[in-house]
T-cell receptor, first 115, second 116 residues
Framework: KAGVTQTPRYLIKTRGQQVTLSCSPISGHRSVSWYQQTPGQGLQFLFEYFSETQRNKGNFPGRFSGRQFSNSRSEMNVSTLELGDSALYLC??????????????FGPGTRLTVL | DQQVKQNSPSLSVQEGRISILNCDYTNSMFDYFLWYKKYPAEGPTFLISISSIKDKNEDGRFTVFLNKSAKHLSLHIVPSQPGDSAVYFCAASAYYSGGGADGLTFGKGTHLIIQP
């Protein structure tokens, strides 16, 4: 069974631009969560999508948004990029809603660098 | 304020010995705890979990212990092997009675190095 895939793997953008990251979950998984990993803050939860609806949201500004399609694939968008948005963005999929009692499988991440 | 803390950024253990990784949490609503392992250039991989109704869970060489009164959990790896060298993240989640849960809250990780 194919794992979680994320594209692109690496991305370089400049301040003020916007970016879209893509995540394809494991076949049969209906939940997709996004996390940001930085050296200072560690891994932080961004949001979770299930059945094309955002179900949970972390403490991030509105510049961070996402969506989920009917095939469970998800995209994450960051608008008006800031230097502090440079991070590894990880996507995780699970069979059902919620991170408790549902094993989450992580993709390899997209490394975003903002110049 | 960090709700999940891993106070040791790194830990070095000899091959064959026991590795003990520690994690503390402050949010009493957390009721599900997990350990993830991460190699460079890969996403975290689920290792083992424990529900708050238990105090111990074993899976092969890996055992997680939960002390709810102390808000502390630990991961024991016995015996430690070279392939265990990685960054280990402790994570916690709060389960809603109506279904679903918050996203995982992670500690900052402990880099475990197994010395031959």
């Amino acid at each position: 069974k194919a794992g979680v895939t994320q594209t692109p793997r690496y991305l370089i953008k400049t301040r003020g631009q916007q970016v879209t990251l893509s995540c394809s979950p494991i076949s049969g998984h209906r939940s997709v969560s996004w996390y940001q990993q930085t050296p200072g803050q560690g891994l932080q939860f961004l949001f979770e999508y299930f059945s094309e609806t955002q179900r949970n949201k972390g403490n991030f500004p509105g510049r961070f948004s996402g969506r989920q399609f009917s095939n469970s694939r998800s995209e994450m968008n960051v608008s008006t990029l800031e230097l502090g948005d440079s991070a590894l963005y990880l996507c995780a999929s699970s069979r059902d809603l919620g991170t408790a009692y549902n094993e989450q499988f992580f993709g390899p991440g997209t490394r975003l660098t903002v110049l | 304020d960090q709700q999940v803390k891993q106070n040791s950024p790194s830990l070095s253990v000899q091959e064959g010995r026991i590795s003990i990784l520690n994690c503390d949490y402050t949010n009493s609503m957390f009721d599900y705890f997990l350990w993830y392992k991460k190699y460079p250039a890969e996403g975290p991989t689920f290792l083992i979990s424990i529900s708050s109704i238990k105090d111990k869970n074993e899976d092969g060489r890996f055992t997680v212990f939960l002390n709810k009164s102390a808000k502390h959990l630990s991961l024991h790896i016995v015996p430690s092997q070279p392939g265990d060298s990685a960054v280990y993240f402790c994570a916690a989640s709060a389960y809603y009675s109506g279904g679903g849960a918050d996203g995982l809250t992670f500690g900052k990780g402990t880099h475990l190095i197994i010395q031959p």
